[in-house]
T-cell receptor
Framework: KAGVTQTPRYLIKTRGQQVTLSCSPI?????VSWYQQTPGQGLQFLFE???????NKGNFPGRFSGRQFSNSRSEMNVSTLELGDSALYLC??????????????FGPGTRLTVL | AQSVTQLDSQVPVFEEAPVELRCNYS??????LFWYVQYPNQGLQLLLK??????LVKGINGFEAEFNKSQTSFHLRKPSVHISDTAEYFC???????????FGTGTSLTVIP
């Protein structure tokens, strides 16, 4: 089975631009979660989608948004980029939406650099 | 609210020596507990998890962890480390009801030949 794939792997943007990141979960997985990883803050939860519905949301400003499609692929969007948005964005997928029913599998991440 | 504290940001250890990576958590509700490993330029890989039952859990690559409810700790141990264990290790908790994970800031384990 193919793992979680994220595209693109690397992105360079400038302040004020917007960006869209994509995540394809493992086939059959219906839950997709997004995390931001930075050296100072570590891994922080952004949001989780299950069957096209946002189930949980972390403490991030409204500039961060996401969606999930009927094939479980997910996108996250960041508008009006700031320097502090530079980070590794990780996507994780699992079969169901509770940790007891299945493991979360992480993708390799998208490295976003904001200049 | 939930929080996870990894007490050591960096841990150097000689090859074949034992290692313990410490993790403490705070939560007002019951949580599940996890340890993940991240190798350079890769995503996170699950080492082990505690959902319920025996407080000593065994994971991949010879790692194990013990859940201590009274001390709210979930320390990771390995009796003999290898060079290939050099990586970043993350402790995490999740709510029982959803895939919302709270991670510690990570411990960088460096195994010295």
């Amino acid at each position: 089975k193919a793992g979680v794939t994220q595209t693109p792997r690397y992105l360079i943007k400038t302040r004020g631009q917007q960006v869209t990141l994509s995540c394809s979960p493992i086939s059959g997985h219906r839950s997709v979660s997004w995390y931001q990883q930075t050296p100072g803050q570590g891994l922080q939860f952004l949001f989780e989608y299950f069957s096209e519905t946002q189930r949980n949301k972390g403490n991030f400003p409204g500039r961060f948004s996401g969606r999930q499609f009927s094939n479980s692929r997910s996108e996250m969007n960041v508008s009006t980029l700031e320097l502090g948005d530079s980070a590794l964005y990780l996507c994780a997928s699992s079969l169901f939406s509770t940790p007891s029913t299945g493991e979360q599998f992480f993708g390799p991440g998208t490295r976003l650099t904001v200049l | 609210a939930q929080s996870v504290t990894q007490l050591d940001s960096q841990v150097p250890v000689f090859e074949e020596a034992p290692v313990e990576l410490r993790c403490n958590y705070s939560s007002s509700v019951s949580v599940y507990l996890f340890w993940y490993v991240q190798y350079p330029n890769q995503g996170l890989q699950l080492l082990l998890k505690y959902l319920s039952g025996s407080t000593l859990v065994k994971g991949i690559n010879g790692f194990e962890a013990e859940f201590n409810k009274s001390q709210t700790s979930f320390h990771l141990r390995k009796p003999s480390v290898h060079i290939s264990d050099t990586a970043e290790y993350f402790c995490a908790v999740s709510l029982l009801t959803g895939n919302q994970f709270y991670f510690g800031t990570g411990t960088s384990l460096t195994v010295i030949p």
